[in-house]
């Protein structure tokens, strides 16, 4: 096994898109050399993370920064149909999501491929999300708001909770995972994170300039939004962002809780 194949094999296989260009030892082990991103995006299913930040994703991949997304289930339940197979549904979710994300301006789509409705709050779980913050090494995080109160789907607190865990203090502090430090995979602090749909927003991010492609990465989804008709989205959407923007300068918003860390 040469030094590329090993470092692959210390991804999971579970993990999709993946690639390293090269390896460089360091002190007896191997470095890891994937291109830091300046954001992260992890996002329960296909299609959620069109919901809470796509705007800002469009206007930051606009202004150059590079954006990776971690996609945490297949979104395999994510259907009324009966007859629909579960296998099939995952598939066509993750052609949308490349879809939508290839709109946004987005460099990379990582598929952890948890069955939907799954996701539980375990070491494992946790540790597969340290391992891309550290490879990654982002400024900033992006997920849903674990705090939402009563009717929230489960998926959705499991990562937020996870996603926050993962930040603080396991991706930041040496002791945590000695494996990884083997790896290559030194600590990383990040510098904020932003939780969609939280009942305590703090900060609005301006989406007017970048609507039009919020727009066009949700009409991706088809399997999810493809029974809305089309002019009916767009004012459900654009109503919901004009709302959110009540008191600020501009017209269309996307409202976060925001902790800098």
């Known amino acids: 096994m040469d030094e590329i194949d090993h470092l692959n094999h210390l991804v999971p296989a579970s993990f999709d898109v993946i690639q390293f260009p090269c390896v460089i030892p360091y002190q007896g082990g191997l470095r890891m050399t994937t291109k830091p991103a300046h954001v992260m995006v992890i996002t329960p299913h296909p299609d959620d993370a069109e919901y809470g930040v796509a705007g800002t994703v469009a206007r930051w991949a606009s202004e150059g ?3 990776i997304y971690v996609v945490c289930t297949n979104g395999d339940k994510g259907t009324s149909d009966a007859n629909m197979k579960p296998e099939e549904l995952a598939n066509i979710r ?13 460099r990379e789509v990582i598929f952890l491929r948890h069955p939907d409705q799954s996701l539980e709050d375990t070491p494992e779980f946790r540790k597969e999300l340290v391992r891309l913050i550290r490879l990654y090494r982002p400024e900033t995080i992006v ?4 705090y939402r109160r009563y009717v ?16 603080f203090p396991y991706a930041r502090d040496p002791h945590s995972y000695p494996d990884f430090m083997k790896e290559g995979l030194h600590p ?30 949700l009409r991706c989804h088809k399997s999810q939004v493809g029974h809305i008709p089309s ?24 409202a976060f809780h925001r902790v800098e860390m």
């Open 65 to 67: 920064k590079e954006i």
């Open 94 to 106: 993750e052609k949308e999501q490349r879809a939508a994300t290839r709109l946004l301006g987005v």
């Open 143 to 146: 997920t849903a708001d674990p």
């Open 152 to 167: 929230w789907h489960r998926d959705h607190r499991i990562t937020g909770q996870v996603t926050l865990d993962a930040i």
């Open 188 to 217: 990383h602090k990040v510098g904020e994170i932003l939780f969609w749909a939280s009942e305590d927003a703090n900060y609005r991010s301006d989406i007017t300039e970048t609507f039009h492609l919020k727009l066009a990465a």
């Open 231 to 254: 002019q009916e989205l767009e004012q459900w959407l654009k109503d919901r962002h004009t709302t959110l923007a009540e008191g600020e300068k501009f017209q269309l918003a996307e």
